[in-house]
């Protein structure tokens, strides 16, 4: 009842403040996403409503402000009107939120003092974790080929590791967990790439509410802190790409560009051009509503070639598909998207527009609800590596990170998804001796209740 209130005097102001009807629902829709999210952070590790609230953001929030003026027309402007847009991205959105229900699911909701249980006697390995996933991360930077993306992905074990370490007992391991922060944020500002140290820290501010539970007035304080500095990140960093060599960066000159950017009367934090640059950047409608256009014209629909090249990417080794696409091609961009980039540039079309691309209007719907389908197909996935120890639930984080990337590339999305999962299901099953496990299915067959994954937090 609380959020439908919200979302109908959302809609009540959207209507005030003169956005059409369209604009009015879509934002509606994206607030109560995002209201959603904001409440259940202390119930259950909120991945699937942090999820829709990213993609309410970039398809339907971001959108409706950029059908009001603001955005850069020039090179992100929505190519088609506004009732045409919202006219699919709205049931887009509200199917993905169908497919991510489809299936039920417990992992989220977890009785604490159990995950703490089932990480006591693997303390120290999940140490070592931390240190030689901070080595295999600098390895693989060193890497090229399919062995450098192999590396990145046991390396991304270093943050389940971190986040054990942090429920089982924050302070006794604090000095690994700010190892792996600190690595992460140094590393983001030395190559000017902010975007993974962004959702890894997003991440861990799930597990940490969930554990933590603060007052609601501690978390709106956190999120007005987070949205001023995305904004600030937004206006300066691009700015530092550009004002220094990637062996001139650091944190000094970083700093040195953001009270730069933030001084003067035309660059304050919630400036004009402020706004637009925050608002091009969670906005993958732009691309989307480009790559409509474009199809509707050129009339080039793919049907099933697409996905086939989709899956080749994913699912067969190069030797077996030596022209299989790669991750951040360019290739189905530039000739379905309505845009042409250059190689310095890595931009995806999304799910919703390869959806449009495949088999027009219809295509986007059953492509959206699909993708929530086989999100929670690989969250029940994890759930069964859970019954053999509650710590695994952690790997939904890195399995699905490009999950919550609207401008991900379907095949980097779906071949990561797919490595990922059996290169940590054979590392389960490698390791299993050096691993305290619990096998917990017999026990879940038996008794009504379930103990372990608890609908109450505890």
């Not at 997003?202 to 995305?230: A, D, E, Q, S, T």
Request: glycine share 6%; with cysteine; charged share 20%.
């Amino acid at each position: 009842m609380r959020l439908l209130f919200v979302m109908l005097f959302s809609f009540a102001v959207a209507l005030g403040l003169e956005f059409s009807v369209y604009a009015s629902v879509a934002i509606a829709i994206s607030v109560y996403f995002a209201v959603d999210f904001f409440f259940k952070v202390n119930e259950k590790i909120a991945f699937v409503e942090f999820l829709l609230a990213i993609y309410g953001l970039n398809y339907l929030f971001s959108p409706a402000l950029a059908y009001r003026g603001i955005q850069d027309e020039e090179a992100y402007g929505m190519r088609i009107p506004e009732a045409e847009y919202f006219g699919i991205a709205i049931y887009a959105v509200l199917l993905l939120w169908l497919g991510l229900s489809l299936i039920p699911i417990r992992i989220f909701k977890i009785n604490l003092e159990d995950l703490k249980k089932s990480i006591e006697p693997n303390v120290k390995v999940i140490r070592y974790v931390v240190v030689w996933g901070m080595i295999l991360a600098f390895v693989g930077n060193l890497v090229r080929g399919e062995l450098s993306t192999l590396l990145y992905i046991v390396a991304l074990l270093r943050y389940v590791a971190a986040m054990c370490l942090f429920v089982y007992d924050s302070r006794e391991n604090k000095w690994y967990i700010i190892a792996i922060l600190v690595a992460e944020i140094t590393g983001a500002v030395f190559t000017a790439m902010f975007h993974d140290a962004v959702i890894w820290l997003i991440f861990f501010g799930l597990v940490i509410m969930y554990k933590n539970k603060p007052h609601y007035i501690y978390r709106l304080g956190v999120c007005i802190i987070g949205i001023c500095g995305y904004v600030v990140l937004q206006s300066s960093k691009a700015d530092y790409r550009m004002s220094y060599e990637k062996e001139n960066r650091d944190f000094s000159k970083f700093f040195t560009v953001i009270e730069r950017n933030l001084s003067g009367e035309d660059k304050q934090l919630f400036s004009q051009q402020n706004n637009v640059n925050s608002v091009n950047r969670v906005n993958q409608a732009w691309i989307f509503a480009s790559t409509m256009q474009n199809m509707d014209y050129t009339r080039d629909f793919q049907g099933g070639k697409l996905m086939s090249k989709y899956f080749e990417a994913a699912f067969l080794p190069r030797f077996l598909a030596p022209n299989k696409l790669k991750a951040g091609d360019r290739t189905v961009f530039n000739r379905y998207s309505g845009h042409y980039i250059h190689k310095n540039t890595s931009m995806g079309l999304g799910i919703f527009a390869d959806g449009y691309v495949s088999f027009g209007y219809f295509g986007t719907l059953i492509f959206a609800v699909l993708f929530g389908v086989v999100i929670k197909l690989v969250c029940r996935v994890i759930e069964y590596w859970s019954r053999k120890s509650l710590m695994f639930i952690f790997l939904v984080f890195p399995i699905l990170f490009y999950a919550v990337r609207p401008d991900c590339e379907t095949q980097t999305l779906f071949g990561h998804i797919l490595k990922a999962i059996v290169a940590y299901g054979l590392l389960i099953f490698l390791f299993k001796s050096v691993l305290v496990l619990e096998e917990r299915a017999k026990e879940e067959d038996t008794r009504e209740g379930d103990l372990i994954f608890s609908t109450m937090d505890h």
